[in-house]
């Protein structure tokens, strides 16, 4: 991507969605862009809808994503993926972690995860990236590291080195946590070049 973009984060409440829009921001302001980022929490404690928007360039007035001009969509989990459909636009891109979290009215079998949910992205003219971040944080000894394996995907995409992330990964997360977070942050930076 060039030195602008809309970036979109979405997921569940508990998946580290503040986290990764933190970590991205501050990675985009160290690179010397200026940066915009609103979050919406819903109920996130009851596994409710979280998403954070982030935009960032040479000159950015507002932080709200309007429907329709994501350039890139980092969903953590498959389902929030689709419901955020109509902030897509042909072109965008879509970083999809295909590891299921069942819904309340799922987990208490009152409805259906509903089969082929990645054919609803897949069919549309969008680049779709999808893979098992936790199956990659498990494989780095912490499965709460999803959320950091997400942005070394999303890094890939934005215009800033590999070397701002791991520092600001140094600022802002506490010591006891960081090293398996960089470690994520790679693996996930790995499976983006696969």
Do not use: W
């Not at 690179?31 to 979280?50: F, I, L, P, Y």
């Not at 879509?94 to 897949?122: C, R, S």
């Not at 999808?130 to 999303?154: C, H, K, P, Q, T």
């Amino acid at each position: 991507m060039n030195g602008k973009g809309n970036i979109l984060f979405c997921g569940v409440g508990g998946q580290g969605i503040l986290l990764a829009s933190e970590v991205t921001a501050y990675s985009l302001l160290a690179a010397g862009m200026e940066v915009r980022k609103s979050e919406v929490h819903g109920m996130a404690q009851r596994g409710g809808s979280v998403t954070a928007h982030l935009r960032y360039g040479g000159k950015v007035y507002s932080p709200l994503i309007s429907p329709g001009e994501a350039d890139i969509v980092v969903a953590f989990e498959m389902m929030e993926a689709v419901r955020y459909l109509p902030y897509m636009h042909s072109g965008s891109k879509v970083i999809v972690n295909t590891h299921k979290i069942y819904p309340p009215v799922v987990a208490t079998g009152k409805m259906v995860y509903p089969e082929n949910v990645l054919d609803e992205l897949t069919s549309r003219d969008i680049h779709v990236r999808e893979l098992n971040a936790f199956d990659i944080a498990s494989g780095v000894g912490e499965v709460r590291a999803v959320n950091i394996v997400m942005v070394g995907v999303l890094s890939t995409y934005l215009p800033v080195d590999e070397q701002v992330y791991v520092d600001v990964m140094h600022e802002r997360i506490p010591e006891r946590f960081r090293d398996v977070n960089i470690r994520a942050f790679q693996e996930g930076r790995k499976t983006a070049a696969l």
